[in-house]
């Protein structure tokens, strides 16, 4: 069996920071996760001058595109699009399948691709798959988290389940700015998020309990999304009929749940972090990273409280409050 001091399940942008923090302080890590980088991870890829900041990447270091975004509010009744997206700073889009994979490389961490299927606590050690056995475990396996379910078996936090739908191609007569839409008879909204390198990304998100009463599928709205988008003049009608969306379930879970046990922490997706208004969870993501690879540096302590909870600012923030009030974290 392998002896480490901290073992990452999850090498997402959650499990590759809380990695790096830990090895830039010459710790002792290794990243477990089951699949081999650069890996497809489902998402919009739009990013925060927050998150830049607190990667510690500076303009020139990403060897990739990162397109700043122009972004546009289509807001329900309204026939055009606002230039009005209230957040706090600046943003950006990447794509994941580059983002994660650099972030990853860039940890400086042994990563193994390993599919963890059991753990188990024996004395004030970790054991993972009879394997691996670890002082400190992080669970960052994102909303199917082994950890999370292995270590809070009976914890059930109440969750939102989110469907969702996307295509990331390649569509260099793009135009350059992003579109978020929320008019298409949707209790959620729909995407356009070029990316630097003539790709775009274009998907929507819808709160599972909505459509479910609707009694409509999440298909027939990614089809009238894509079908508006034509008659936009946003996108040839040939490139629309060839997109096969693909997408999944997704849990939002609500901030309640427990996230530590005996030297074992949550972080990004598997505490449930993502923002409760846009599900903006690379933020909260690279945030509890870094303050679980505190904690066990012994700098801090993890605390999801400090975990950016909205992604939107002001008077939008507000609503947002209201509308999600039954999911806040107790006082
Ligand atoms: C359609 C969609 C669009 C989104 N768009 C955005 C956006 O534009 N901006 C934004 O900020 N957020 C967005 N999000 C949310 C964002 O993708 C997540 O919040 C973010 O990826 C969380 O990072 P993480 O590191 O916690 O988990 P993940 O990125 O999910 O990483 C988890 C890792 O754990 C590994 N893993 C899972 N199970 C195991 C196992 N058994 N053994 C080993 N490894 C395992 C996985 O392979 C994966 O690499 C979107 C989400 C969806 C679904």
Redesign the pocket.
């Known amino acids: 069996m392998r002896e480490i001091e901290t073992i990452v399940?999850?090498?997402?942008?959650?499990?590759?920071?809380c990695a790096r923090r830990l090895r830039q302080h010459g710790r002792d890590v290794v990243v477990?996760?089951?699949?081999t980088?650069p890996?497809l991870?489902?998402?919009?890829?739009?990013?925060?001058e927050k998150?830049l900041r607190d990667l510690e990447i500076a303009p020139g270091d990403y060897p990739h595109p990162m397109l700043p975004l122009d972004i546009r509010s289509h807001l329900r009744g309204l026939p055009f699009g606002l230039r009005w997206f209230p957040t706090p700073g600046k943003n950006f889009?990447i794509r994941?399948v580059e983002f994660?994979a650099w972030l990853l490389a860039r940890s400086g961490a042994e990563v193994i691709r390993?599919?963890?299927?059991s753990i188990r606590r024996d004395g004030d050690r970790w054991i993972v798959d009879d394997a691996y056995a670890c002082r400190w475990l992080i669970g960052?396996?994102?909303?199917?988290?082994?950890v999370r379910r292995a270590v809070f078996p009976n914890q059930r936090p109440k969750s939102r389940q989110?469907v969702?739908?996307?295509k990331e191609f390649s569509y260099p007569a793009r135009e350059d700015a992003c579109r978020l839409y929320f008019k298409r008879g949707l209790v959620g909204y729909a995407?356009v998020?070029p990316k630097g390198d003539g790709h775009v990304?274009i998907?929507l998100?819808a709160k599972a309990k909505y459509l479910r009463k609707s009694g409509t599928d999440i298909h027939a709205h990614f089809r009238a999304f894509v079908d508006d988008l034509v008659a936009e003049g946003r996108l040839d009608a040939a490139t629309a009929a060839g997109l096969n969306e693909t997408?999944?379930p997704?849990y939002l879970f609500t901030r309640d749940g427990a996230v530590r046990a005996d030297h074992c922490l949550l972080?990004?997706?598997?505490?449930g972090?993502?923002?409760m208004d846009?599900?903006?969870?690379?933020?909260?993501?690279v945030e509890?990273?870094l303050m679980a690879a505190d904690e066990i540096l012994g700098r801090g302590t993890w605390d999801k409280a400090k975990v950016t909870l909205f992604?939107l600012a002001g008077v939008a923030q507000r609503l947002m409050r209201v509308a999600n009030r039954r999911h806040l974290p107790a006082a």
């Open positions: 399940v999850g090498g997402g942008p959650a499990g590759s920071t477990l996760d089951k699949a980088f890996r991870k489902l998402c919009a890829g739009w990013i925060t998150v889009s994941r994660d390993h599919d963890v299927r960052a396996g994102g909303t199917m988290c082994p989110i969702t739908l996307e995407w998020v990304n998907g998100g997408g999944h997704y972080i990004g997706d598997s505490a972090l993502a923002t846009l599900g903006e969870g690379i933020g909260p993501a509890s990273g992604s």
